[in-house]
T-cell receptor, first 116, second 114 residues
Framework: GAGVSQSPSNKVTEKGKDVELRCDPI?????LYWYRQSLGQGLEFLIY????????KSGLPSDRFSAERTGGSVSTLTIQRTQQEDSAVYLC??????????????FGPGTRLTVL | AQSVTQLGSHVSVSEGALVLLRCNYS??????LFWYVQYPNQGLQLLLK??????LVKGINGFEAEFKKSETSFHLTKPSAHMSDAAEYFC????????????FGPGTRLSVLP
């Protein structure tokens, strides 16, 4: 079946502009994660959605970052008033996440964001 | 809180040589442990994972890892490196009680020399 998809694959924007990044998880996966991967860095956890529960926003670096997940499926990560340090690859992952279990995360190809 | 360290940001091996990528973790509870691989210009994919049971875990492409609780380690090995193994490898730990809290290590870039 289809994997996790993300759009756009590349986004170049000017400092101060807002951007929206989209993630389509694997159908039926209840858990959805956003990560940031900066050049030469590991993965930085941003936010986690699980079903209808309140999201875990503990990784969001500032209040310029927000995310929503509509209908328990598609998710949008929004970065307001972008800064050059926001330049990175933003990765989305989903998993079945049965209650009490730890399921494999399946990653999308990422969105490469460049802030000029 | 969990954490993961990967010794060596860049490892080079010759084709046919043993691959050893080191991962050490800290966790206040028994962990779930993962290795992910990221090939150039591709997304991350799971190599293998340890949850419970046998401490030697076999994954795809001939890789395996052994969970050693006494050493808090989960090193990744492959007996014979292939050119196609060149990639970035990430170790990750998850708190058994809160499965959403994945923590990834900084990654190790593996180069395979002809």
């Amino acid at each position: 079946g289809a994997g996790v998809s993300q759009s756009p694959s590349n986004k170049v924007t000017e400092k101060g502009k807002d951007v929206e990044l989209r993630c389509d998880p694997i159908s039926g996966h209840t858990a959805l994660y956003w990560y940031r991967q900066s050049l030469g860095q590991g993965l930085e956890f941003l936010i986690y959605f699980q079903g209808n529960s309140a999201p875990d926003k503990s990784g969001l670096p500032s209040d310029r970052f927000s995310a929503e997940r509509t209908g328990g499926s598609v998710s949008t990560l929004t970065i307001q008033r972008t800064q050059q340090e926001d330049s990175a690859v933003y990765l989305c992952a989903s998993s079945r996440q049965a209650q009490g279990a730890v399921d494999t995360q399946y990653f999308g190809p990422g969105t490469r964001l460049t802030v000029l | 809180a969990q954490s993961v360290t990967q010794l060596g940001s860049h490892v080079s091996v010759s084709e046919g040589a043993l691959v050893l990528l080191r991962c050490n973790y800290s966790s206040s509870v028994p962990p779930y442990l993962f290795w992910y691989v990221q090939y150039p210009n591709q997304g991350l994919q799971l190599l293998l994972k340890y949850t419970t049971g046998a401490t030697l875990v076999k994954g795809i492409n001939g890789f395996e890892a052994e969970f050693k609780k006494s050493e808090t380690s989960f090193h990744l090995t492959k007996p014979s490196a292939h050119m196609s193994d060149a990639a970035e490898y990430f170790c990750a730990v998850s708190d058994r009680n809160y499965g959403q809290n994945f923590v990834f290590g900084p990654g190790t870039r593996l180069s395979v020399l002809p």
